[in-house]
């Protein structure tokens, strides 16, 4: 079966950092590219990163850059997460998913998804 298990939120202060961590299973991890999406309340889920697991490129839209950063353990088959200086307007339940085509910010058409992680920047 497939998996992708997000883990790793919580409550944090403005400021501070997480790290979100999804471990793949069922699936060739690295014929993936694995993104990370935010989904606020009465918001639409837009991602905040892409990693295309076979090369390692990766790929974070303006809103983030600069402060998320994502990377994969192929050894693990597990992607990570790197979230710095939050802000409460961070604060949204965050998924993985792995797309067999390509990277893009956009939910649609992504062949997998974990169950979400919540994370809350309190300011």
């Known amino acids: 079966d497939v998996q992708l298990q997000a883990s790793g939120g919580g409550l944090v202060q403005a400021g501070g950092s997480l790290r979100l961590s999804c471990a793949a299973s069922g699936f060739t991890f690295d014929a993936y590219a694995i993104g990370w999406f935010r989904q606020a309340p009465g918001k639409e889920r837009r991602g905040v990163s892409c990693?295309?697991?076979?090369?390692?490129?990766?790929y974070v839209p303006d809103s983030v850059k600069g402060r998320f950063t994502t990377s994969s353990d192929n050894a693990k088959n597990t992607v990570y997460l790197q979230m710095n200086s939050l802000k409460p307007e961070d604060t949204a339940v965050y998924y993985c998913?792995?797309?067999?085509?390509?990277?893009?910010?956009?939910?649609?058409?992504?062949?997998?998804w974990g169950q979400g992680t919540q994370v809350t920047v309190s300011s």
């Open positions: 998913a792995a797309s067999r085509t390509r990277c893009t910010y956009n939910a649609f058409g992504w062949n997998y």
């Open positions: 990693i295309r697991v076979a090369d390692g490129s990766t």
